[in-house]
């Protein structure tokens, strides 16, 4: 069955600070990879996705992931934290055949300090 | 604009006082699934729908309800709410059969059960 570990359900960095959210998944087929981000009192969006290609992906507001397969990793950087990064974010994964269905990891909630 | 709309957004009810939340989407797609948020848990899928008259369970079904009599609704009913389904509630579609495909979600509905 598939997993998603987010190691952190808690961190914390300065502004201007890289930003680095874990990510680690389980999957017994190569999987669709996404990080979704929740701002107080509003949904999820999408901030970046791996299917297929390129292996480091580059998504909304400056973040990007790499997807590292040896690794089972999907880990979620940016290099220059700003305040309005303060945020709930969410790693999940679906199979690449046959369903819909997304796994979300815990969250990991990134506060930023001035 | 593309949106996945949810109604009410915040609801205070009793235990047993039947409700239903309704969710709408306008981007014509098959797919639509309703996920619970509870801290510490991240999202869980409660029920999906592949198309018109296909529902079928998620992770967490127990005390939920749900139809999809047209494309674009789909409302989740709980015929005798408990405190323990008192939660964060996100509505989400996407194109059926594309794993990869980004799942769009609506504004969440909190409801609390007293």
């Known amino acids: 069955a598939q997993s998603v570990t987010q190691l952190g359900s808690h961190v914390s960095v300065s502004e201007g600070a890289l930003v680095l959210l874990r990510c680690n998944y389980s999957?017994?087929?190569?999987?669709?990879l996404f990080w979704y981000v929740q701002y107080p009192n509003q949904g999820l969006q999408l901030l970046l996705k791996?299917?297929?290609?390129?292996?480091l992906v580059k998504g909304i507001n400056g973040f990007e992931a790499e997807f590292k397969k040896s690794e089972t990793s999907f880990h979620l950087t940016k290099p220059s934290a700003h305040m309005s990064d303060a945020a709930e974010y969410f790693c999940?994964?679906?199979?690449?055949?046959?369903?819909?269905?997304?796994?979300f990891g815990t969250g990991t909630r990134l506060q930023v300090f001035p | 604009e593309a949106q996945v709309t949810q109604n009410p957004r915040y609801l205070i009810t009793v235990t047993g006082k039947k409700l239903t939340v309704t969710c709408s989407q306008n981007?014509?797609?098959?797919?639509m699934s309703w996920y619970r948020q509870d801290p510490g848990l991240g999202l869980r899928q409660i029920y999906y729908?592949?198309?018109?008259?296909?529902?079928d369970k998620g992770d967490v079904p127990e005390g939920y309800k749900v139809s999809r009599k047209e494309k674009r609704n789909f409302p989740l009913i709980l015929e005798s709410p408990s405190p323990n389904q008192t939660s964060l509630y996100f509505c989400?579609?996407?194109?059926?059969?594309?794993?990869?495909?980004?799942?769009?979600f609506g504004p969440g509905t909190r409801l609390t059960v007293l």
């Open positions: 989400a579609s996407k194109v059926a059969g594309a794993g990869g495909d980004t799942q769009y």
């Open positions: 999957s017994s087929v190569p999987p669709y």
């Open positions: 791996y299917t297929t290609g390129a292996t």
């Open positions: 999940a994964v679906s199979e690449e055949y046959g369903t819909d269905k997304l796994i």
């Open positions: 981007m014509n797609h098959e797919y």
């Open positions: 729908s592949m198309n018109v008259e296909v529902t």
